[in-house]
């Protein structure tokens, strides 16, 4: 197993929980460019995806997960299981994303 573990499941097969510290998440709210909704309204008209909110998103995603690896490192938690994604639009001109999950100390079934 690597030194930390996020997993979407409810446990890690091979492994057993013998500490858990509760939810913990990592937020992010990140504005759009002006380039970008123009972009974005030219593909509302022609279609196609806006390359340019797919890397905003992906990029929103990997920091809503460092900040909470982040969160259940600071509580002495080795893994994040049930981990979920959620997002939402926040006054159309920013996108708001948390990882959340339950952080827990996991070690090998013997």
């Known amino acids: 197993m690597e030194d930390f573990i996020i997993v979407t499941m409810n446990d890690i097969p091979g492994?057993?929980?013998?500490?858990?510290?509760?939810?913990?998440?990592?937020?992010?709210?990140?504005?759009?460019?002006?380039?970008?909704?123009?972009?974005?309204?030219?593909?509302?008209?022609?279609?196609?995806?806006?390359?340019?909110?797919?890397?905003?998103?992906?990029?929103?995603?990997?920091?809503?997960?460092?900040?909470?690896?982040?969160?259940?490192?600071?509580?002495?938690?080795?893994g994040i299981i049930a981990m979920r994604f959620d997002a939402s639009e926040l006054g159309n001109i920013m996108t708001e994303v948390a990882a959340y999950g339950t952080a827990v100390t996991v070690r090998k079934k013997k």
Do not use: C, P
């Open 15 to 78: 492994y057993e929980v013998t500490k858990v510290y509760g939810e913990v998440f990592g937020l992010i709210a990140r504005s759009r460019n002006m380039f970008s909704n123009i972009g974005a309204g030219f593909r509302t008209i022609f279609g196609g995806e806006v390359k340019a909110y797919t890397r905003l998103l992906t990029d929103s995603r990997q920091q809503a997960i460092d900040r909470m690896a982040a969160e259940a490192k600071k509580k002495g938690a080795n």
